[in-house]
Each structure stands twice: as C-alpha cells, then as structure tokens.
C-alpha cells in the first residue's frame, strides 16, 4: 500500500526565508505527485503537479518542487517566503491511472512579518 | 466558471443517525471521489465514481455509500455514525484522459465539517 511521510509537522520562518518542505512515498510503481496548499479558512487548491518529463516542477506563487525518484521524494520549495504563505501544505501521491490519491498528514508553515 | 460545490456546511448528528452530503463537480468533469479529513491529518481517500457507478474504494466499512447521478453530481451517504465519524468530508472532481477515469488533476470543494455527538 502506499503511504506518505512529511517529516515537518510544523514550520516556523521569518519573511524572507527560504522553505523546504519534505514529503517521502512509498509506492514501487510509476506515480504522479502532487503538493496541496491549505490557506487557513479556505479549501485544499493545488499548488504544484508532477506526471513526467522534467522532474523540477514550477507551481503557483513562486513555489517549485522536484522528483527525485531514487530517493521517493518530491520535496517543496520556495527562496522567499512571504507572511501570505502561511497556511497547510499536503504532499500527494497517486499511482498512474489510478483515481485514489494518498496524503501525507501535511506541514503546517508560519511565517512571521 | 464554479468549481467544487459541497452541501450543507457544517451539519451536526448524533449516534445512529445516517447523514446525506452532496457534491457538485467543476463544470466539464465527470468523475467525483470522496475523502474524509479527520482534526491534524491528511485527507484519506473513501471511494470515487465514474459513470454512475464506484471504481475504486478505500478502507472504509460499508456503512459508507455514495451514489453518482446522470448530471456527474454525487452523494456520500454514512449511516449508523459514529463519534470517530466526526470529520471535514471532501469530494474532489477531476476528468478523465486516455480512458482512465479521474486521471487528470483533482480539485477540491470546500468541504462538509459533520460532527457527531
């Protein structure tokens, strides 16, 4: 069965940081990947997608993250952070052709003015 | 365009009783899945429809059922609640390429909080 980690439960940067978030899956078989961002208040909006080609993806609000498949990662970046990025971030899994996705319990990132 | 639509709310139940949610999918969509989000964890996928009918399911008991009508709108009926049923319920919809249902990005609705007393 699949499964999720996100090793940060919570974050906590000044404006201006940079951000990683990790995010691990284990699933042996071809996958797309996803990250999730939860505005407090708001529903889940999709920040960021991987199905193939190049493994750094570039998402919205200036957030990429990158497929690195020896190692079933696909960890979440940003060079500066601003106190809007606040929010909850999930980490996704899916298998290819597949309609059930796994999630990761989500990261909770602060970002202090 | 509307996107994800989800009602009630919030809905409030106690033991025993059975609870109806309902989903409307982003225009152009055809397949819808259900998750369940419990306090601090990330949602876990309950079971997804396409064409009227479940394609996939996940590890939840039968007293989770659902139903997709002719117009792709879809309902997620619990019955028998429990106190652990109390949760934030998500439908998300997508569209489906090269055959395979949902296999394009999903997209999520604001949710149903049901509390269970």
């Known amino acids: 069965a699949q499964s999720v980690s996100q090793h940060n439960h919570h974050v906590i940067l000044s404006e201006a940081a940079s951000l990683e978030l990790g995010c691990n899956y284990s699933?042996?078989?071809?996958?797309?990947l996803f990250w999730y961002v939860q505005y407090p208040g708001q529903h889940l909006q999709l920040l960021l997608k991987?199905?193939?080609?190049?493994?750094l993806v570039k998402g919205i609000k200036g957030f990429e993250a990158e497929f690195i498949k020896s190692k079933f990662s696909f960890n979440l970046r940003k060079p500066s952070v601003q106190w809007s990025d606040t929010a909850e971030y999930f980490c996704?899994?899916?298998?290819?052709?597949?309609?059930?996705?796994?999630f990761g319990d989500g990261t909770t990132l602060t970002v202090k003015p | 365009d509307a996107g994800v639509t989800q009602s009630p709310t919030h809905l409030i139940k106690t033991r025993g009783q059975q609870v109806t949610l309902r989903c409307s999918p982003k225009?152009?969509?055809?397949?819808v899945s259900w998750y369940q989000q419990a306090l601090g964890q990330g949602p876990q996928f309950i079971f997804q429809?396409?064409?009227?009918?479940?394609?996939q399911r996940g590890n939840f008991p039968d007293r989770f059922s659902g139903h997709q009508f002719p117009n792709y709108s879809s309902e997620l009926n619990v019955n028998a609640l429990l106190l652990g049923d109390s949760a934030l319920y998500l439908c998300?919809?997508?569209?489906?390429?090269?055959?395979?249902?949902?296999?394009?990005?999903?997209?999520f609705g604001p949710g149903t909080r049901l509390t269970v007393l």
């Open positions: 998300a919809s997508s569209s489906t390429t090269s055959g395979s249902p949902g296999t394009d990005t999903q997209y």
């Open positions: 699933y042996g078989g071809t996958v797309n």
């Open positions: 991987y199905f193939s080609g190049d493994p």
């Open positions: 996704a899994v899916r298998e290819t052709n597949a309609g059930k996705s796994t």
């Open positions: 225009s152009g969509h055809d397949t």
């Open positions: 429809y396409y064409e009227e009918e479940e394609r």
